[in-house]
């Protein structure tokens, strides 16, 4: 099953590499992303379960965030043929094999075990969505794209110092040399403590950078605002994702050394000053696309926020990692609609997008109060929870400073997005032909309702899943 898992999307790559059809080739997508959910909710519905010699293993914490990446893609591939039969003069070969071997190499560092193959994943991730950003073909692109590359680059190689670092604190405990997650947490009371908290640090800025944490984000504002709406929310809802379970990985190994406290400071330190960060450059963002490459800087500090502050709220912050996710899509894809609606993204050029395209501009108002935490949508659930969590372990300070940045973003991006459906549209917008239809619109709408549906109520088998991962980083052995 496991192998089922990473080797299907993959194999269907090489088919859409291969296929010469341009028009047939993004339907794969939609049959990639249906034959994986399949598959995945098969493996959810047995007991855990592992590959050859402990290498991959679908764990307690690898269980529900396999199930969301694999709905938050088959959203993304509904919306793919409609949104590529709408851009003929680009070839999509090189898309549709790049968006399904990434899907691949997620759930390999989902399922990785061992801590250089959960690496390899990672860096194989990053190399294979460099190319999804440059779909455009422009100068900005492909700045945005080395951009991402290289400070990904420098990222991952810290991420590789830190593991390093791991591994030789293993062998100064004069205990044997071994890369597997089970075997480290097992030993992690024996661990070297100088050398642990020192590959703490580096694994969690070069796995920060991919999340896109700031002061490590500088790419994130560029990557998505050049990049395909569908590219944005993979990379919001993907990437950052699969990066986010790489450092919950290692501060399993820390929670069970003991130096679960050491590893908390770090992330609420991370955490607040992700927040802020976006607070201030969202205030007046005239690109709509770049202000929401500082709503997943926000968000991605919401997550690591919650699991420094420890009991409740870690339960709320993998919660948030769902929510958010699925408002991405929300936001991304409208937001790409609504770029294709006006030929700009910037708020001097486009206003008035009720008029002009009502369903997207609709469903981009909508997501803005779905990711800023407005009731009844699921990221107030998981964004109170949080907020709970931050009172109830004695960090009321921290709790404070959450609810003023939330007021904070709620008021600059509330502003940006005001200006974009509001108003009336520019007359230098009638030549453009795009339309919403029923293909690039629906699959939006899906997950505006799943998002509706968290907000309201937690479907049991979710919080099970969300519950158990939550007692799986803070156990001890």
């Known amino acids: 099953m496991l192998s089922a898992l990473i080797g299907t999307p993959l194999l269907l790559a090489l088919i859409a590499f291969a296929m010469p059809w341009e028009r047939v080739r993004p339907w794969l997508l939609p049959v990639a992303g249906l034959a994986h959910l399949g598959l995945t909710l098969a493996a959810l519905a047995g007991p855990v379960e592992a590959g050859p010699q402990g290498w991959l293993v679908l764990d307690r914490l690898g269980r529900p965030v396999l199930g969301f990446l694999s709905v938050l893609f088959l959203v993304c591939a509904l919306y793919a043929p409609g949104y590529l039969a709408q851009r003929p003069e680009r070839k999509n070969r090189v898309f549709c094999a790049c968006v399904l071997g ?59 110092l830190g593991s390093f670092f791991l591994a030789y604190g293993a062998l100064r405990s004069g205990l044997p040399s071994t ?70 990985r290692f501060f399993h190994i820390c929670s069970a050394a003991g130096e679960a406290e050491f ?35 926000e968000h991605m500090g919401i997550l690591v926020l919650g699991i420094g502050l420890g009991g409740e709220a870690v339960f709320g912050a993998l919660l948030h990692l769902v929510n958010n996710g699925l408002c991405k899509a929300v936001l991304f894809l409208s937001a790409g609609n609504i770029h294709r609606a006006f030929g700009s993204k910037r708020t001097e050029h486009v206003s008035g997008a009720l008029r002009r395209v009502p369903g997207s501009a609709a469903l981009f108002l909508a997501g803005f109060f779905a990711i800023t935490g407005s009731p009844p949508f699921g990221p107030f659930m998981s964004e109170f929870t949080i907020v709970r969590g931050a009172f109830a372990t004695g960090h009321p300070a921290v709790g404070a400073a959450f609810l003023f940045f939330l007021v904070v973003i709620f008021i600059g991006m509330g502003a940006t997005v005001l200006a974009v459906v509001q108003g009336e549209p520019p ?49 001890r052995p």
Request: glycine share 8%; charged share 15%.
């Open 102 to 160: 990434s899907l691949g190499t997620l759930t390999l560092l989902v399922l990785a075990h061992h801590l250089g193959l959960m690496w390899v994943a990672l860096e194989t991730t990053t190399l294979a969505s460099a190319p999804l950003i440059y779909f455009n073909h422009n100068a900005r692109s492909i700045e945005a794209t080395w951009k991402y590359l290289l400070i990904g680059s420098v990222g991952i190689a810290l991420a590789l």
């Open 427 to 475: 007359a230098s917008v009638t030549a453009v032909a795009f339309r919403d239809r029923f293909s690039t619109i629906a699959p939006i709408v899906l997950a505006l309702v799943m998002v509706l549906v968290m907000g309201v109520y937690i479907p049991e088998p979710v919080s099970r899943l969300l519950r158990d991962a939550a007692s799986f980083l803070e156990a």
């Open 263 to 297: 590893a908390r400071q770090l992330l609420l330190a991370l955490g607040l000053l992700s927040m802020a960060v976006a607070g201030v450059f969202m205030v007046r963002q005239r690109d709509f696309k770049r202000m929401l490459a500082y709503s997943s800087v």
């Open 179 to 248: 890369l597997l997650f089970d075997d480290l947490v097992r030993h992690a009371p024996e661990l070297s403590k100088p050398w642990l908290h020192a590959s703490f640090v580096l694994l969690l800025v070069g796995f920060g950078t991919k999340m896109g944490l700031a002061p490590m984000h500088s790419w994130k504002p560029d990557a998505y605002g050049e990049a395909p709406g569908l590219v944005g929310t993979l990379l919001a809802g993907g990437l950052t994702s699969g990066a986010f379970v790489a450092i919950l």
